[in-house]
């Protein structure tokens, strides 16, 4: 079932902003049905959507929101640094007839301007690893001060010895970002160094005071449920060949079911990315 008509996922693709991007094959129906697979199914498992806000941080073009929307989201607040890229967010909203439940919030993730505890949901999807190593702390005090009920995050795990971000080469995320940048040379990837600083997960900490993880593998609550998530489009990367995942990797497979088995809701701690939902503490 289409998410999208056709029409208004060429008009989307039309914006000059993704027409002359790397997003400008993107398969916008693809696009929406990941994050609300994704993401969105899990908080609709946890509350009733069409009574909650959800902010969404960074929100670049929106896709997030617009998928807890079209799901049935209450109001949405799209949260964004780049003023041209949050334009661009407003007019697919127009665009898809959710705008009248958006609002559009040009500033940093570690200074929202929100008040406490306003929003019930916060999404914080493939971010924290680009604001900067000084700004960590604060960004995550900030989700936990204006949130209420949930929090969806994601972000490369330094620990793991590889991270799809960047380069992609093995250890090259633990080196300082000088000796990153030779090894990313002979390898002919150093316009993929981004010297993007990954956290690792005690780096979560300023969440753990008023949150709890609440999934077990990645944002689902079981193992089943990552494996009906494909196959699915992944609407991430250059090439839009590598898109379409038909299957998970098997070896990655093995090991995500050992981690989820073994060490449960805190199995982020050693997956390749930090993935997961957090639940209010009851006595936060």
């Not at 079911?257 to 503490?281: C, D, E, G, H």
Request: hydrophobic residues 40%; positive net charge; charged residues 25%.
């Amino acid at each position: 079932m289409r998410l999208i008509s056709p029409p208004h996922a060429r008009q989307i693709r039309a914006l000059p902003h993704l027409a002359d991007g790397t997003y400008r094959n993107l398969d916008i129906d693809g696009t929406i049905d990941f994050m609300t697979r994704r993401y969105v199914t899990p908080m609709a498992q946890r509350y009733d959507l069409s009574e909650v806000t959800l902010a969404d941080g960074a929100a670049g073009y929106g896709w997030l929101s617009i998928a807890f929307l079209l799901r049935g989201g209450r109001d949405a607040i799209l949260i964004d640094p780049d003023a041209q890229r949050l334009e661009n967010a407003e007019e697919i909203c127009h665009i898809l007839g959710v705008a009248n439940r958006c609002r559009f919030v040009n500033r940093t993730l570690q200074d929202t301007g929100l008040e406490n505890d306003s929003v019930d949901i916060f999404a914080s999807i493939e971010t924290l690893e680009h604001v900067g190593r000084p700004n960590v702390r604060n960004c995550l005090s900030e989700i936990a001060r204006i949130t209420t009920g949930l929090v969806v995050l994601t972000t490369p795990n330094r620990l793991f010895p590889v991270v799809a971000h960047d380069t992609g080469l093995p250890f090259a995320h633990w080196l300082p970002r000088p000796l990153r940048r030779l090894y990313a040379r002979p390898f002919g990837r150093l316009s993929q160094e981004n010297g993007n600083r990954f956290l690792a997960p005690w780096d979560l900490q300023p969440l753990t005071r008023k949150f709890e993880p609440d999934s077990r593998i990645a944002t689902f609550r079981t193992l089943d449920e990552l494996k009906r998530f494909y196959p699915h489009y992944l609407p991430y990367g250059p090439d839009p060949a590598h898109r379409l995942r038909q299957r998970p990797n098997p070896l990655l497979w093995r090991y995500q079911t050992v981690i989820a088995t073994l060490l449960s809701t805190r199995s982020y701690w050693l997956a390749p990315n930090l993935a997961s939902v957090w639940v209010r503490r009851e006595t936060a």
